[in-house]
Structures are given as C-alpha cells and as structure tokens.
C-alpha cells in the first residue's frame, strides 16, 4: 500500500500547472520582477477577497506580523498578548519591536486564545492583542474584539494558517485593525517561495506599511524612518494570483477532507476530533486529534510518550502525520527570561503531549482516510 504523506503539493500543481507555468514565463520575459504591476494586481484581488481596502505584499508572514507592529509604533516598554501554542513568530515578532509578549491560556477544544482569561492579563502597558486563527480554526472575533475596543488594544489577526477562515461571516484578515498572511507553500494559500501579506481597512496603515518594506523610503533614496527590505517577488505574487481563484474550492474540499476524518473518528475511543467553533467557518488547515487515554499497560517512564509512539507505529504502517507543536513557546530557551515554568499554561502543556495532525490536504482520497484511521486504531490497540 502507497503511503500517504502529511501533505502533498505535487497534485495540487499538476491541475494548474498549465496557468502557471504561462504566467512565469511572463514575469521572466517582462524583466520586472520586483513590485511592479503582476504584485499590484494580486495585492487588489487579495484585498478584494478579504474583504479590505488594502493589501500590502511582502516577503513572508513573519515580516507581515513585524511590519504591522511597526506601523502601530509597538516597542520597548509595550506588552502584547498571545498564544503560547503557536509557531513562534507570532510572539519572535513582538520581541523584535523590544516589546514583551504575554502570554494567556488556551481552550482545549479550539486550541485559540481562552477569552475567559483575556482580560486578566491586560495591563497599563498592554498596546495589541495577536489571536492565532489556528490550523484554521477562527478566534471567536465578536468577542475579542468587544473586549479590545473596551480598552482601547490593537487587535493584530495572525491569519497565517487561515485564509478564507470566516467569524459571523466575514474573513479573518477584515476584522481586526491589520490582518497578517503566510504564503508559505505549506498554507492553503502557498506561493512556490516564501511570501506574506498585510490586509487592513486604514489607508494611511497601508502606505506606512509600504514605506517600511522599503526601507523606510517613500521617495527613492530617501529615507524617512529606519525600515526593512520585505517585498513580495513578482514570480510568486502571479502563482498565489492564479492559486486564489482555486481557494474556495481547495478549502471547500479541505472541509469535505474533516467531514470524513470526523464520520470515521466518531467510534474510535480515545481520539477527540477537532471541532469548529460556533458562529465560524474553519479552513482546515490542519485536522489535529487529540491522543487522550493512555492504556494502563503503558508506562510513560520507561516508553516515552504515548502520542509519539503511536505517531512512529502509524509511520511504519505508510501514514505520515504531523506535531504542531511539540513545546509551548512560554517553555523555549528564548523566552525564559519571562520566567515562566511547567504548570505555568497547564492546558497547552497537555496539548503539546497529545496533540497529532492527520494528513490533510484538498486531494486526499476516502480511501487514503480510511488507511490512515485504519493505521491510527491499529496502531492506539498495539
């Protein structure tokens, strides 16, 4: 039997293979391959599907999270609030502007920020809230927001794993004050390189935001505050211009890919399957269970961790799975310096021991599931 990788980008191309390999070769015979009007182009149909009046391209989505706390003035002296089960760029960029990221809890269902426990960490100094929308899942955004524009906090969406997600029926990226896309090749929307995005409501955001990118330069050569070289290349902004059209299509697909993982996971004991929060529309970047009941003939002492094990049998069995993330941020050398310890996040510390992502991607077959819930029984019974 064929294995089945984590995620498998080789079929996505061979549908659209034809499109892209056109618009490549124009960008390369155009000879313009920075800025120009291939990214223009794609910066207004991304803005457009947003749901914003701009859109602001860049080199990844870790730069577009570190431009928009730029454009806001966060640095030294700042606090800002997120999640400790996160890729680390979501709390790397808030250090980069010499502000401290703070840390809250998480629900142990969605695995986003825990809103019970949001307010009890704002402070005088707390200036924005960065809610991960995470493995597509989005932030309660009612919510988050009421309690930002209560006192008076940034609200910065880190949409990197999430677009096309929806809150109350509007996008991620059009309901906070910015909206800070990956274009990693992984994500549902993923250039052939890196890329990122700024979406934003504000025009004077926006031109600030291209004024950073460039070196702080509005005029060339001269320079008005210290910036950075963040651009997104032509070559990438025309692949993610011809992959957009294909996006509600991949992510609907994507939906039908959980629908299924759910109807098979529904009798297996000791597996807890994702679920959507209510009032929002996930995108499914990832499908990640929870591995629960640990067999009373297992010892963690002597065996390791349950969740690791399985995930090894699994492999052996030709199903290749994924762990996002294998240690909370508020536990990384980096940032023991805030002082955090084991028990400090409790709920996210259990998520990083049980947590394991299935093989998720728009072409997955029902048969290639029904191989990986196979591999995943036999491999929770050995």
Known sequence: MKSIPPLDLTQQFQTISAEVNAAVLAVLASGQYINGPVVQRFEQAFAQYIGTSDCVGCNSGTDALYLALRAYDIGAGDEVITTPFTFIASAEVVSMTGATPVFVEVEPDTFNLDLDRLEAAITPRTKA??????????????????????????????????????????????????????????????????????????????????????????????????????????????????????LDTWNAARQAVADRYSQLLQPVPGVIAPQPPSGGKSVWHQYTIRLTDIPASFDPATQGNYRDIVRQQMQQQGVNSMIYYPIPLHLQVVYASLGHCAGSFPVVEQL???????????????????????????????
């Open 352 to 382: 990083c021991q049980d947590v394991l992502s299935l093989p998720m991607y728009p072409e997955l077959t029902a048969e290639q599931q029904e191989q990986v819930v196979y591999a995943l029984k036999d491999s929770l019974a050995a």
């Open 129 to 246: 809230i960065i809610p991960v929308h995470l493995f597509g899942q989005p932030v309660d955004m009612t919510r988050l927001m009421a309690i930002a524009h209560s006192h008076n906090l940034l609200v910065i969406e880190d949409c990197a794993q999430a677009a096309g997600a929806e809150w109350a029926g509007q996008k991620v990226g059009s309901i906070g004050h910015v909206g800070c896309f990956s274009f990693f090749p992984t994500k549902n929307l993923g250039a052939c390189g890196d890329g990122g995005a700024v979406t934003t409501q504000d025009g004077a955001i926006a031109a600030r935001l291209r004024m950073l990118r460039e070196h702080g330069s509005r005029v060339r050569y001269y320079h008005d505050e210290v910036g950075m070289t963040s651009r997104l290349d032509a070559l990438q902004a025309a692949i993610l211009h011809i992959k957009l059209r294909y």
